[in-house]
């Protein structure tokens, strides 16, 4: 069973640059698989930011896209997100999911709240 | 304002049955892209609930169903328990600029 970890610092100042790896355990990230970063902002729904295939091909949220960077370590069976010029805005939980057939996730992280304060 | 959209909430007692709609448009369900469904408990990840319009995973009781018809798609509950009361989300695939993969904005779900 594919278990997958996120981790990073929970609080990221304004302006500053929000860094997460998501640890992949059960299965290898190099599998037919595509691998994705989605966020749910306090109250309210889910947001697909973006995902990356081991080969490094990448899709972002064209909402995102501009502060958004995803990429995988094979060696380390983990993939990760970077999003910078935070703002209050982007305060979230971010969760790393599989996705199934580049169509649904099937599984997914349990999910890191990153505040974004001065 | 989700592009896929969901009531923000519905309701029903023990036993009943409820229906949760997720209506999109021309460039996500209505260009016949998978719809799929998710349930979320406070505090925990969402679930894959129901996949590839009406498909449940192991272990997913079959009070759970949906189908998907033009621009919208349903999820319904039958037999409805206490259990149940949860976040749900429908996610499909856009074409349009809006964003590749897409989520609905979820609906909450209170057992009487």
């Known amino acids: 069973q594919v278990q997958l970890q996120e981790s990073g610092p929970g609080l990221v100042k304004p302006s500053g640059t929000l860094s997460l790896t998501c640890d992949v355990s059960?299965?290898?990230?190099?599998?037919?698989?595509?691998w994705s970063w989605v966020r749910q902002t306090p109250g309210k729904g889910l947001e697909w930011i973006g995902e990356?295939?081991?080969?490094?091909?990448?899709n972002y949220n064209p909402s995102l896209k501009s502060r958004v960077t995803i990429s995988v370590d094979k060696s380390k069976n983990q993939f990760s997100l970077r999003l910078s010029s935070v703002t209050a805005a982007d305060t979230a939980v971010y969760y790393c999911?599989?996705?199934?057939?580049?169509?649904?996730?099937?599984?997914w992280g349990q999910g890191t709240l990153v505040t974004v304060s001065s | 304002q989700s592009v896929l959209t969901q009531p923000p909430s519905v309701s029903g007692a023990p036993g009943q049955r409820v229906t949760i709609s997720c209506t999109g448009s021309s460039s996500n369900i209505g260009a016949d892209y998978d719809v799929h469904w998710y349930q979320q408990f406070p505090g925990a990840a969402p679930k894959l609930l129901i996949y590839?319009?009406?498909n449940r995973p192991s272990g997913v009781p079959d009070r759970f169903s949906a189908y998907k018809s033009g621009t919208s798609a349903s999820l319904d509950i039958t037999g409805l328990q206490a259990e149940d009361e949860a976040d749900y989300y429908c996610q499909s695939y856009d074409s349009s600029l809006s964003g590749l993969k897409l989520f609905g904005g979820g609906t909450k779900l209170t057992v009487l």
């Open positions: 590839v319009n009406s």
């Open positions: 990356i295939y081991h080969s490094g091909s990448i």
């Open positions: 999911a599989r996705e199934f057939d580049y169509n649904y996730f099937d599984f």
């Open positions: 059960g299965g290898s990230i190099s599998s037919s698989y595509w």
